[in-house]
């Protein structure tokens, strides 16, 4: 399977990573990014760069797309998320099957291809074709970035994995939604602004996407473009083993339940807050593409330290009380603090953004799951198809909540409501059980 490969401590993984203390070792690996892998790290930062630039605007745009039936952005942004849920299962078995890379390759060309067709499509203001292409599209970046994941998974020493699945998260995360929201403040007025600025922004995303593909091609490590799992082992079987895995061993169902909790708020309020911050609380847009810049950038700084921390002082301690309660608190203070200063004021926007960046932090604390689904189970690569359906599927959660609990409860309602998801991961967190080379079990 995917993870199998992770193997015991003082042997060399036999997907090309090096064990810990090998004197070939580089400082990259010291640091825990497998040498091997280096160009696929950058990779998933520019592809993930030019994903995130809509990231945003994307509600709003969409709004002003349809007209009389802007109702239904939410309904084609919570689509976009099952896709996006889906497509997360899919690259972890694909991986299994097809590879790694081909996976990645797949999840490109499935990109460009609905990307453009979006685009296309909002000009005609075909809500049909706009759903349609939308909803495919969001199949192509968890196929790349996830299957990335899991050759990771592949190669790192199970020493470091904790480290090494924090150093993809610095990459995901310094493109979505860091770099592509700084991408957004300077290419939105580069091309004049508005409406049009942003369908500029949109159409350069995709050379970013094209460029972080190309990336990929450098990284040389064999096992990526082979099969994973053993060849007596059906297509189906394959694909059915993570669904199978998550209904037969609870523990699993538990770390995935934990993940798709994880950012699920990150992706709700990507929603909420355009309107609320660059609207109602009088900042710009640009502000608040500044402001998802630096809580997002926090998160970036954070991430490799948080996975080293999981493998030295336990990685479900850490999930717990920094990945769980951290990220309730730092919700809230996002939330509240820019309610309480002066609406649109300079000390208030810097003590706002302050509050984000709390949130930002302390959702690198759930880094370590990354390491910990594998080690649930003997079944690693099934694992992993439950992780990476987990991580995407928080976009999905995220835009489901914001669905439902909004048209009743408001925005303070919505935030509340993340919160009480929060308080359930903190409480399954109890029935991780996990061994690890370094740290606490708890």
Not at 174 to 179: E, F, I, M, Q
Request: net charge neutral.
């Amino acid at each position: 399977m995917a993870g199998s490969s992770q193997v015991a401590p003082g042997t060399a993984s036999p997907s090309g990573g090096l064990p810990v203390g090998d004197p070939r070792e580089t400082r990259l690996d010291g640091l825990g990014v497998p040498h091997v892998l280096r160009w696929g790290f950058l990779a998933v930062v520019v592809f993930m760069t030019g994903n995130a630039v809509e990231t945003n605007f994307v509600a709003p745009h969409l709004a002003e797309a349809l007209g009389s039936r802007s109702a239904a952005a939410a309904t084609i942004i919570s689509a976009y998320g099952l896709a996006v849920l889906v497509g997360s299962y899919l690259a972890g078995a694909l991986s299994d099957l097809l590879g790694p890379h081909r996976v990645m390759t797949l999840g490109f060309a499935v990109w460009v291809v609905f990307e453009v067709a979006f685009l296309l499509s909002l000009e005609t203001g075909n809500l049909a074709l706009i759903a349609t292409s939308y909803f495919v599209r969001g199949f192509g970046y968890p196929l790349f970035a996830f299957a990335f994941l899991v050759w990771i998974n592949a190669v790192a020493p199970r020493e470091r994995a904790g480290t090494a699945v924090g150093w993809f998260y610095v990459m995901f995360t310094g493109g979505l939604p860091t770099l592509g929201s700084l991408v957004a403040i300077a290419a939105i007025p580069a091309f004049g602004g508005g409406y049009g600025g942003e369908t500029g922004a949109m159409w350069l995303s995709i050379a970013l996407v094209a460029a972080g593909y190309a990336l990929t091609l450098l990284v040389r490590e064999p096992h990526g473009r082979r099969r994973l799992v053993p060849a007596e082992e059906s297509a189906a079987q394959v694909l059915t083993s993570g669904v199978r895995l998550a209904a037969t061993e609870p523990k699993v169902l538990v770390g995935f339940l934990v993940r798709i909790i994880n950012t699920a708020p990150q992706y709700g309020m990507f929603i909420i807050l355009p309107g609320v911050i660059a609207g109602s609380l009088g900042w710009s847009q640009s502000q608040f593409l500044l402001m998802s810049s630096f809580v997002y950038a926090s998160n970036i700084a954070f991430n490799a330290l948080f996975g080293a921390l999981g493998d030295r002082w336990g990685w479900v301690r850490t999930v717990r009380w920094f990945g769980v309660l951290g990220s309730a608190v730092g919700l809230l203070l996002w939330w509240y603090v820019p309610h309480w200063v002066e609406p649109g004021s300079d000390g208030g926007y810097v003590l706002s953004v302050a509050a984000g960046m709390v949130f930002g932090v302390m959702l690198a604390g759930f880094v370590p799951l990354g390491a910990i689904l594998p080690q649930l189970t003997d079944h690693k690569g099934a694992a992993m198809a439950v992780y990476t359906t987990a991580a995407g599927g928080a976009a999905f959660l995220g835009a489901a909540v914001v669905a439902v609990v909004q048209p009743w409860g408001g925005d303070v309602g919505t935030v509340w409501a993340f919160v009480v998801l929060y308080a359930v991961a903190f409480v399954l967190c109890r029935f991780l059980r996990v061994d690890q080379p370094r740290g606490a079990r708890r």
